[in-house]
T-cell receptor, first 115, second 115 residues
Framework: GAVVSQHPSRVICKSGTSVKIECRSL??????MFWYRQFPKQSLMLMAT?????????EQGVEKDKFLINHASLTLSTLTVTSAHPEDSSFYIC???????????FGDGTRLSIL | AQKVTQAQTEISVVEKEDVTLDCVYE???????LFWYKQPPSGELVFLIR??????QNEISGRYSWNFQKSTSSFNFTITASQVVDSAVYFC????????????FGPGTRLSVLP
């Protein structure tokens, strides 16, 4: 089945650091990738949608200058949390989809902890 | 707008009991998809089932069964003879015909199965 790899699985870093999370589709070409954020004991909330080669579309309330998304190839999207602060600590999950009528496949998530 | 409600925030059962997790959805689309995901403590999302709006047949997979009632906009999930390994957060989700766009997760139900 379709596999999406997310790296790293866990990051702990100091406040002010920028952190990059990678999301790779291993056995299919992902024309669209999605980034979700999940705070403790809450549901997953869509942050942004990115189509390969295009600028990401951010959901309301998500700062595009804070959460930089790059989807430069059909198998890789990155999310960079710039100048991270403790309130950015969360579980970030990506998903990827090949075609518009195909389901999303989720990565295993990245647990980000900012000290 | 699409919305998913999971009224049960937390459920605790004793091993071997049956348990039903409720899911009620709202959508104006005539074509849509419903999902259930399991999120164990490790964080990854485990896909359990996808059902399209035109297929109202109930489904059984081992100890899992799903009851789709379009008339009440519900897609309930039952675990028969629960096991400790079933302890997790379970999310019901709703997507429009384009899958990725408007993919909405419910708030989740935390299931604890006690030995």
């Amino acid at each position: 089945g379709a596999v999406v790899s997310q790296h790293p699985s866990r990051v702990i870093c100091k406040s002010g650091t920028s952190v990059k999370i990678e999301c790779r589709s291993l056995d299919f070409q992902a024309t669209t990738m999605f980034w979700y954020r999940q705070f403790p004991k809450q549901s997953l909330m869509l942050m942004a949608t990115s189509n390969e080669g295009s600028k990401a579309t951010y959901e309301q309330g998500v700062e595009k200058d804070k959460f930089l998304i790059n989807h430069a190839s059909l198998t890789l999207s990155t999310l960079t949390v710039t100048s991270a602060h403790p309130e950015d600590s969360s579980f970030y999950i990506c998903s990827a989809r090949s075609l518009v009528d195909q389901p999303q496949h989720f990565g295993d998530g990245t647990r980000l902890s900012i000290l | 707008a699409q919305k998913v409600t999971q009224a049960q925030t937390e459920i605790s059962v004793v091993e071997k009991e049956d348990v039903t997790l409720d899911c009620v959805y709202e959508t104006r689309d005539t074509t849509y998809y419903l999902f259930w995901y399991k999120q164990p403590p490790s964080g990854e999302l485990v896909f359990l089932i996808r059902r399209n709006s035109f297929d109202e047949q109930n489904e059984i997979s081992g100890r899992y069964s799903w009851n789709f009632q379009k008339s009440t906009s519900s897609f309930n999930f039952t675990i028969t003879a629960s096991q400790v390994v079933d302890s997790a957060v379970y999310f019901c989700a709703l997507s429009d015909r384009n899958y990725g766009q408007n993919f909405v997760f419910g708030p989740g139900t935390r299931l604890s199965v006690l030995p």
